[in-house]
């Protein structure tokens, strides 16, 4: 079917043809034609694998050695004309002189197949039973007349051999001519179950070579192509073509850097062979098939019955045969068909009438829609109309687009523009160019494009009729939603406010999804509205039953009451909110996807962490799933928070790593600054000490990045510039930065939420910087703070600031005690990166009080929290305490050699160690002491600590070897 050939003929094996290793064999079969068992040879491959080539070049070679050559080749048109092939191979005048040779009976048969042909139409001709054995025996005694001392008889395309050939040659198979060389060239998959069977048959009894054509392997592509084999080109086109060498050459065709002159010949003429093949259909199966090219890759009946527009039994018959012929081919067990490969549609394709082709992409469009079909199965039909739009198509491309927003929002931009485009500017279709824009505006906004997205709202919001208001008002709020994304709050605010003061009614459901947007863009200024509002929309929403509203109401409630102090309230709200939203379907929130975002920040606030986790994660995937695209980086950032807090710290990492690209590539600088201070904490928290500079790095970018008016998620931002300074090593700067963002020492500016943290942070900056009384006033400040909100891990951080306080006045007993309170404490909030972080202190604190079993304890918990979290950086400070411990305690050994005792205890401690030490309870010593058990017990445990001891047994060895057995 196709010509391969080498750029050089170096030897017999490779003559013309890159398959050198099947040329081979079709030549050591030609060495051995004198023998007298007659061999034959079946080349098997799939359309293009270069068959009808491999055997011309046994043809040539025979011809050079002089072998007599006989060829035949089967055409699909002469399939109902008996022995067809072996007519065409043996109507030479030898082989009739031949025959005239033989019995009278047997020549008398061969020449009504060989002689007479001319007269017959296959119909006429009919052989009983004995005479076909007769038949067959007899043409394979001509054949070994015909052979002499060695022939070769080559049939080529034997699939579309006739029955009786297919018989004939079954005989031949079992009972082999000596001194012929009987070559069959076919395509597995469209020969007859009766041909594949003889030739396994064959191959079972040795009397047939299998030789199979599979795939070219990548340098056999590049002796073809003339490419070298590291060639990105070749391995494009080696990949595209499946190692077929006519479809490598046809789509070299099409590649002005890959082809050739002779690349281009060869390609053509597959081409040509390739068009032969789809001419031979009937008018069916071209239409089905064109309609097959259309559709796409894989496609059922009733696409085809759709989009050909025949009747179903039409199609099915077509399909049929087209199956039959190899040029569709079922796929797995649906019953799904595709072209046996993607050259053979592409084809179709290029030779199918326009006019015809672009109804057909107008048919398929429609059944693919009604499937629900994947967008990237609609796309392609949507582009082939684009340039040849009609009136007519805008309802079913609407459709496409609305589809195509979720999966491919960057497609729908393009078709809806092109639909504004096709669409006349008049008023008389003013209400649908509307609906387009408002369809762009949202697609622009799925697709990142934020900004665009945001100047056509503001456009369109001029056109927008104020009736009816509920389409008016998700206009607003969704370009108000962006305007707060960009960072531009003060403007989100106005156009939320004079919206509201334009709607006919305040208690409309339009007022109640207004005032929540503004609730929370205000939340970003500080400036939120009075309880007795969020109140009232509560109630409003639930006179309206409208479940989704009634939740974003309680978020906002939540939030206010926050603001203001009222933890209780705030939880109450929370509470009521999750239980509603937990009950709603997405369906129901995917308008209101920031009623998500609100509630996860007030459950943040109240260390409710899995729940905020839970919040968030469902909030991410309604927002891509309901077009929200403005809303993801927001929902990651909240989540990146949660883990920042819980764990793990990669998933925190990562999470605003991701909320950072798309707030980039949708220009919103603001949300870019909020994603990268949370990577500061979060590269803080791993990395810490060994690169500090990467947090302050950070955290100084985002500063920059953050508007002024960013009020709550700019304090956040500076306490992680702060943590990442003081780490770094600078107190004083850590110092600067919190005062100057909380406007002075009382920290008036910063939200009550997040003061107690604020203050923590303070006093650990003070006690760096050695000004303790400093520390003092920022510890009693954070203890006032944690009282006015009673967060538990407002308590926490206010325990560690006192504990941090008497720990720089050496009360290291009390630290530890203190620090062990505010690990508690985080304990129970679930934060898992500050519990580690804060038995790091209790242990330090303890081993500064010689408490070192207590510190050993500490740590390996610490450690572990670490190791769970991903906190490298506390797992690396857990590890830098335990080699101090280590330290400490061989120390304390050291310092406790015998005749050190009584330097290391008191006066009573000696004489309540010399007591116990002889065996004496505890009951006893404290009888003959006047002292109570309890007091007893306490000096012997701070006796086994100073000399660290466990047991009574261990206090008298350490007695006796200080004094020996008078000392006891």
């Known amino acids: 079917m196709v010509l391969v050939r080498h750029q050089e003929d170096q030897k017999r094996g490779s003559s013309g043809s890159v398959r050198g290793e099947e040329l081979q064999r079709l030549f050591t079969a030609l060495d051995s034609i004198g023998s007298n068992t007659g061999r034959i040879v079946e080349v098997v491959g799939a359309p293009g694998t270069g068959k ?108 579309h051999a006739d029955p009786d050939s297919v018989e004939l040659l079954d005989y031949l198979v079992r009972f082999p001519v000596p001194r012929l060389l009987l070559v069959i060239a076919h395509r597995n998959r469209q020969a007859s179950a009766r041909l594949r069977s003889s030739f396994a048959h064959g191959v079972a009894l040795g009397t047939v070579e299998r030789v199979e054509l599979g795939a070219l392997s990548l340098s056999q592509s590049s002796q073809i192509l003339g490419l070298p084999p590291y060639d990105e080109r070749l391995r494009h086109l080696y990949r595209q073509s499946d190692g077929n060498p006519a479809y490598l050459l046809m789509l070299a065709h099409g590649d002005p850097e890959a082809s050739s002159k002779s690349v281009d010949c060869d390609a053509e003429l597959g081409t040509d062979m390739l068009l032969g093949e789809l001419a031979a ?21 009733a696409a085809l019955t759709a989009v050909a527009e025949l009747d179903s039994d039409e199609v099915r018959r077509s399909v049929a045969h087209l199956l039959g012929r190899d040029i569709l081919r079922p796929v797995g067990t649906r019953a799904q068909y595709t072209f046996r490969h993607p050259v053979v549609r592409r084809l179709v394709c290029a030779h199918t009438d326009p006019l015809w082709r672009l109804s057909a992409h107008r048919r398929a469009l429609r059944v693919l829609l009604d499937r629900n079909a994947p967008v990237a199965s609609q796309a392609a039909h949507v582009e082939c109309l684009l340039d040849h739009l009609e009136p007519q198509d805008l309802p079913t491309l609407v459709r496409v687009a609305d589809h195509a927003v979720r999966s491919d929002p960057s497609s729908s931009v393009r078709w809806l523009r092109a639909m504004l485009h096709t669409l006349p500017d008049d ?20 697709a990142g494009r934020a900004a665009e997205s945001r100047e056509l709202y503001l456009r369109t919001l001029d056109q927008i009729p104020p009736c009816p208001p509920r389409v008016r008002a998700s206009a ?48 970003m200024q500080r400036r939120l509205d009075s309880t007795t509002l969020m109140e009232r929309c509560v109630r409003l929403s639930q006179q309206h039953e409208d479940r989704a509203n009634e939740a974003g109401a309680l978020a906002a409630l939540a939030l206010e009451r926050l603001f203001n102090g009222d933890v209780g309230g705030a939880e109450a709200a929370a509470t009521a909110c999750a239980s509603i939203v937990d009950m709603l379907p997405d369906a129901e929130l995917g308008e209101h996807v920031d009623y998500l975002a609100m509630l996860g920040g007030a459950e943040v606030h109240l260390d409710r962490f899995a729940q905020a986790k839970r919040h968030f994660t469902r909030g991410v995937s309604i927002a891509r799933a309901s077009r929200a695209h403005h809303h993801v ?8 928070t949660v883990y920042h807090q819980i764990g793990p710290l990669e998933s925190a990492l990562h999470t605003a790593a991701e909320a950072g690209q798309l707030a980039r590539v949708m220009g919103a600088d603001h949300v870019l600054g909020l994603t990268l201070a949370r990577q500061a904490a979060c590269v803080s928290a791993t990395e810490g000490h060994a690169h500090p500079e990467k947090a302050v790095a950070l955290a100084e ?59 923590e942070k303070l006093t650990a900056a003070a006690v760096a910087a050695g000004d303790t009384a400093a520390a003092a006033t920022w510890a009693r400040s954070a203890h006032s703070a944690a009282l006015s909100t009673g967060v538990p891990s407002h308590g926490a951080f206010a325990m560690s600031a006192k504990a941090h306080v008497l720990s720089a006045t050496g009360d290291h007993e009390a630290a530890m005690l203190g620090y062990r309170s505010a690990a508690d404490l985080f304990s129970a909030a679930k934060m898992l990166v500050a519990h580690a972080r804060t038995l790091i202190l209790a242990a330090a604190s303890a081993s500064d009080c010689a408490r070192y079993d207590e510190a050993a304890t500490l740590l390996a918990l610490a450690r572990e929290l670490a190791r769970r979290c991903g906190a490298r950086h506390e797992y690396e400070n857990a590890r830098r305490h335990q080699r ?35 065996g004496e309870r505890t009951k006893d010593i404290a009888e003959a002491l006047s002292l109570s058990p309890r007091t007893v017990d306490v000096h012997l445990t701070n006796i086994y600590r100073k000399l660290g001891i466990k047991s009574r047994a261990a206090l008298a060895n350490r007695l006796f070897r200080a004094t020996g057995p008078a000392g006891a």
């Open 884 to 918: 101090r411990l280590d330290r400490l305690v061989k120390n304390a050994e050291a310092a406790s050699e015998p005749g050190d005792v009584a330097a290391l205890l008191t006066a009573r401690e000696i004489e309540i160690a010399r007591m116990a030490g002889k």
């Open 476 to 523: 607003v709020i969704l370009c108000a939603q962006l305007e707060n994304m960009l960072g531009h709050h003060v403007e989100a605010g106005r156009l939320l406010e004079d919206e509201l003061a334009q709607l006919p009614s305040d208690t409309s459901t339009e007022a109640v999804e207004l005032i929540l947007a503004r609730q929370f863009v205000m939340s």
């Open 633 to 640: 980086p927001v929902m990651l950032l909240g989540l990146s």
């Open 281 to 301: 259909l009937n008018t069916d199966e071209k239409t089905v098939v064109t309609a097959a090219a259309v559709i796409g890759d894989r496609f059922d009946l």
């Open 701 to 759: 970018e985002a500063l920059g990045l953050l508007s002024s008016d960013c009020f709550y998620r700019g304090i956040e931002a500076v306490l992680i510039f702060a943590d990442a300074v003081l780490t770094a090593g600078d107190p004083h700067g850590c110092r600067a930065l919190l005062l100057d963002a909380g406007h002075g020492p009382n920290l008036p500016r910063v939200p009550l939420m997040q003061r107690a943290r604020c203050f």
């Open 52 to 159: 009808s080539r491999l055997v011309s070049d046994l043809t040539q070679e025979a011809c050079q050695r002089n072998v007599k050559l006989l060829s035949g080749r089967c055409v699909d048109a002469e399939r109902e004309i008996p022995f067809h092939p072996f007519v065409h191979a043996l109507s030479g005048p030898s082989a009739l002189d031949l025959i005239d040779r033989l019995p009278a009976d047997s020549a008398q048969l061969l020449r009504g197949a060989f002689v007479d042909t001319p007269s017959w139409d296959g119909s006429t001709y009919k052989l009983t039973s004995p005479e076909r054995v007769q038949f067959r025996k007899a043409v394979r005694t001509l054949l070994a007349h015909s052979a002499g001392p060695g022939m070769v008889l080559v049939l080529d395309d034997f699939h």
């Open 427 to 446: 008023g008389r279709h003013r209400a649908e160019r509307l609906q387009l824009s408002l369809k762009l505006a949202c697609a622009l906004m799925a």
